[in-house]
């Protein structure tokens, strides 16, 4: 009997829906269906990117809390891609937090050797790449293992400088799930042999959603920056930093 009155409210509902619709002025009809014609078209062709980047990504990401022990990847660097720091602009917001956590442990575990903290220095939060040194040294890191990127100014910048500038050949990349596929394919087209590391974001699950959907969309501009093969929007003359804080550790 429930059901029996469950599909009349349904077949009333849709009804009504019906008669609604069709009292919509006609150039209102006319304008939603070519909205949703448009925004499917653009789900569909945003769609062949996000396949490409996952694919190329494939068999090269682990999740942080994987990695404790020694098994898993090793490089001797490790970059860290920057994020929004805390009003104030001393302290990391929990996202950059969590990844600099993750790159504390890959220290400690012998995964890396050298972090690599790369950002944009001029940002509307602050400095990156100062604010993730600083704490990274809280952390008890030598200050010696750490280089800074104050140019990368997205995730495409990061990786072409870390490859051009410092001459960074093979790399571990740290960021949270949604965006590592993305990160893994743009260093490894810029020529870093790179396995990317997924870092927890407890308390940051709305955000996490909220970047994932746009993530889908952020893979459409990554491919065509990789297929045009764009240079950074910083250009630098080539640096040892890199080079040097490893030397520094084998002597």
């Known amino acids: 009997m429930a059901t029996g009155v469950e599909e009349v409210a349904h077949h009333a509902r849709r009804s009504r829906l019906g008669r609604l619709w069709r009292r919509l002025p006609r150039w209102a009809r006319i304008t939603t269906r070519t909205g949703l014609g448009v925004g499917l078209t653009g789900l569909l062709v945003a769609g062949v990117p996000y396949v490409w980047v996952q694919s190329r ?24 891609l920057g994020a929004q720091i805390a009003p104030g602009g001393r ?31 001029g940002g509307t939060s602050g400095d990156e790449p100062l604010v993730m040194r600083d704490y990274l040294v809280s952390r008890g890191v030598d200050p010696a293992r750490v280089v800074e990127d104050p140019y990368g100014l997205d995730t495409y910048d990061s990786c072409v400088r870390a490859r051009q500038v410092f001459g960074v050949t093979r790399a571990l990349v740290v960021t949270q799930r949604y965006h590592v596929a993305r990160a893994v394919m743009l260093c490894r087209q ?62």
């Open 57 to 80: 990504a494939s068999d090269h990401f682990y999740d942080a809390s994987d990695l404790a022990g020694a098994d898993g990847p090793h490089a001797d660097v490790v970059i860290v």
């Open 91 to 121: 302290v990391p917001m929990p996202f950059l937090q969590y990844r600099l956590d993750a790159a504390v442990d890959l220290l400690a575990s012998g995964h890396a050797k050298v972090v690599l903290v790369s950002g944009d220095a």
């Open 190 to 251: 810029a020529g870093i042999d790179t396995d990317g590391v997924a870092a927890h974001c407890d308390g940051c699950s709305a955000r996490l959603i909220t970047n994932g959907l746009r993530e889908y969309f952020a893979c459409t501009k990554a491919a065509w920056e990789a297929w045009r093969d764009r240079p950074p929007a910083v250009s630098s003359p080539p640096s040892n930093a890199v080079t040097e804080a490893l030397g520094a550790l084998n002597r």
